[in-house]
């Protein structure tokens, strides 16, 4: 699809609005796969305390107790988005089938990468239609537009998502969307949602996600898995670059939303009120900011992007070279939804200091 021509209807904005008689006559069950990751842990919380879902089901690779979480709704399920028949198994009576699951950063290879990302999707897809689920949300993200110079200031949802020239994730992103708007296709019972967030922040966030290699993983989730301020004011360039961000919280409760069918299905952009610049976040981190016009700095990620031999992890710069800015109308007016914070507030509320254990 060229830039050009805008996104139309298709299959994300068919199919059933997702809201029916029976979903305000009994509650729900929802099947959630990744559970227990920064997605989760601002949807779990939620679904524990909404009257309209009874029960929940986790898939995740790795044993965990939900009951030392609090949450009594959620039953366990090991399972591997790789193996269709185990999504089939868990997915046996479901409403809604929530997909979180996604390798973002780590060591794994490419293909391990590509058969847990794209491929895990699509089996997920398939394993609910086949289990006569009626709604299937799936986190997306920014990414999936790509980071082109002919992008707008602004992008709404009608704006064609395109693969990014180099970074895996928002290739994989970009591609998926297509897929599944494939998959709805075939299976018009089956209503998809998608939500495109930013940079996800908040108290549960997760970085570092084996940045270093095999031996050395550990000490990279020790050193960047948790945020801090610096311990003393440094002065940093940092290029005029905006930036978006939305909370945790506020990402679990677009989530909600299209898991009781809120709203239609199709592709809702979510963010935090307000732009940030990398100076606002330089100063958030106790630096103090020395201010550097943008257009150097994008040019400069669009070189470095293109060397070859990038390992994952440094692929990113690329996102530097255009930023995507989004417009959330569409989710405020279509879908309910209404972050409550800020983008400035889920980066200071990622920030600031918790007692040990919390």
């Not at 209807?9 to 990751?37: C, K, M, N, S, Y």
Request: hydrophobic letters at 40%; one cysteine or more; charged letters at 25%.
């Amino acid at each position: 699809m060229s830039p050009g021509r805008r996104r139309g209807a298709g299959a994300l904005g068919q199919g059933p609005r997702g809201l029916d008689e029976d979903d305000t006559e009994r509650e729900l069950t929802v099947a959630v796969t990744g559970p227990t990751g920064t997605f989760g842990s601002g949807l779990v919380p939620l679904l524990q305390d909404d009257d309209r879902i009874g029960r929940v089901i986790g898939i995740a690779r790795r044993p965990f107790d939900p009951a030392e979480r609090g949450w009594t709704k959620m039953e366990y399920r090991q399972g591997d988005v790789r193996d269709p028949e185990a999504l089939r198994a868990a997915f046996e009576g479901v409403d809604v089938v929530v997909h979180l699951a996604f390798l973002i950063t780590g060591n794994a290879s490419r293909e391990t990468t590509r058969s847990i990302n794209v491929d895990g999707t699509l089996n997920v897809f398939r394993a609910a239609a086949a289990a006569g689920a009626r709604r299937f949300v799936y986190a997306s993200s920014v990414a999936a537009y790509g980071f082109h110079p002919d992008n707008p200031e602004t992008i709404d949802e009608e704006w064609p998502t395109r693969p990014a020239a180099r970074l895996f994730y928002a290739q994989e992103k970009a591609e998926l969307e297509s897929l599944l708007d494939a998959e709805a296709a075939e299976h018009p019972e089956l209503a998809l949602f998608l939500l495109r967030p930013p940079v996800v922040l908040g108290p549960n966030v997760i970085g570092g996600k084996d940045v270093l290699p095999g031996p050395l993983a550990p000490l990279g989730r020790r050193l960047f898995g948790r945020p801090r301020r610096l311990p003393l004011p440094v002065p940093v360039a940092v290029p005029e670059l905006p930036m978006q961000f939305v909370h945790e919280e506020d990402v679990g409760r677009a989530l909600v939303q299209c898991i009781v069918g809120a709203g239609p299905p199709g592709a809702y952009n979510i963010a935090g009120d307000g732009v940030l610049t990398a100076a606002d976040v330089a100063r958030e981190f106790g630096a103090v900011p020395i201010r550097l016009p943008a257009a150097p700095a994008q040019a400069a990620a669009r070189a470095v992007s293109r060397l070859p031999f990038l390992p994952p992890v440094a692929e990113w710069v690329e996102a530097a070279s255009r930023p995507a800015i989004m417009d959330t109308t569409k989710a405020r007016e279509k879908l309910g939804w209404r972050p409550r914070y800020s983008g400035l507030e889920a980066l200071r509320d990622t920030l600031r200091e918790r007692p040990r254990g919390s």
